[in-house]
Nanobody
Framework: QVQLVESGGGLVQAGGSLRLSCAASGSIFRIDAMGWYRQAPGKQRDLVARITSGNSIEYADSVKGRFTISRDNAKNTMYLQMNSLKPEDTAVYYC????????????????WGQGTQVTVSS
């Protein structure tokens, strides 16, 4: 299957910046889309940003103009540059990837990372 590992979370003051990374590994045949989601305590997991293999990008309205998603296809790695962070951005951030992996045949996958905590203090 395909494994995802996030890094880059931490504690930052309001107005600060963080950069998250998500590295995919395994028997990857093709990654079609990767995305960042976040879940605050007591709330549902919501889309933050998503990027496809064709570089189609979408952002949640709450992060437009502040966050930038990017992807290095050669490294199977996705990034989320987060600027002008606000306390309401505090959440566990999860990486998601969808595509196909190969064993003896090609199969679809939809994988999640373990999550990384982002805490923004006021």
């Amino acid at each position: 299957q395909v494994q995802l590992v996030e890094s880059g979370g931490g504690l930052v003051q309001a107005g600060g910046s963080l950069r998250l990374s998500c590295a995919a590994s395994g028997s990857i045949f093709r990654i079609d889309a990767m995305g960042w989601y976040r879940q605050a305590p007591g709330k549902q997991r919501d889309l933050v940003a998503r990027i496809t293999s064709g570089n189609s990008i979408e952002y949640a309205d709450s992060v437009k103009g502040r966050f930038t998603i990017s992807r290095d296809n050669a490294k199977n790695t996705m990034y989320l540059q987060m600027n002008s962070l606000k306390p309401e951005d505090t959440a566990v951030y999860y990486c998601n990837a969808q595509g196909h992996y190969i064993t003896n045949i090609v199969r679809p996958f939809d994988s999640w990372g373990q999550g990384t905590q982002v805490t923004v203090s006021s």
